[in-house]
């Protein structure tokens, strides 16, 4: 079956660097789009970027700029570097694709804070 493990995240100052990773099993990775979503508490989950099969990327305005998502087809891995962090940019990010249903991780906490 599907499946996706995020890891990479933790506490970093704002400011800071943060590398999350995705790996996923049970797929044909490589002709997947694949997702990164966030969600902060009380706040709807939110899409924070796409890379296509392709490798074709798209991201979120309030994230333009600050984090690159890319993927190693070969490792089945999907990263999102994460630079300049903002307290805002707190959240639980999720690693997600759509492959009739709709797979999530487990998700990874990071948390921006001085």
């Known amino acids: 079956q599907v499946q996706l493990v995020e890891s990479g995240g933790g506490l970093v100052q704002p400011g800071g660097s943060l590398r999350l990773s995705c790996a996923a099993s049970g797929i044909i990775f490589n002709i997947y789009n694949m997702n990164w979503y966030r969600q902060a508490p009380g706040k709807q989950r939110e899409l924070v970027a796409t890379i296509s099969s392709g490798g074709s990327t798209d991201y979120a305005d309030s994230v333009k700029g600050r984090f690159t998502i890319s993927r190693d087809n070969a490792k089945n891995t999907v990263w999102l570097q994460m630079n300049s962090l903002k307290p805002e940019d707190t959240a639980v990010y999720y690693c997600?694709?759509?492959?009739?249903?709709?797979?999530w991780g487990q998700g990874t906490q990071v948390t921006v804070s001085s």
């Open positions: 997600h694709l759509r492959k009739g249903l709709n797979y």
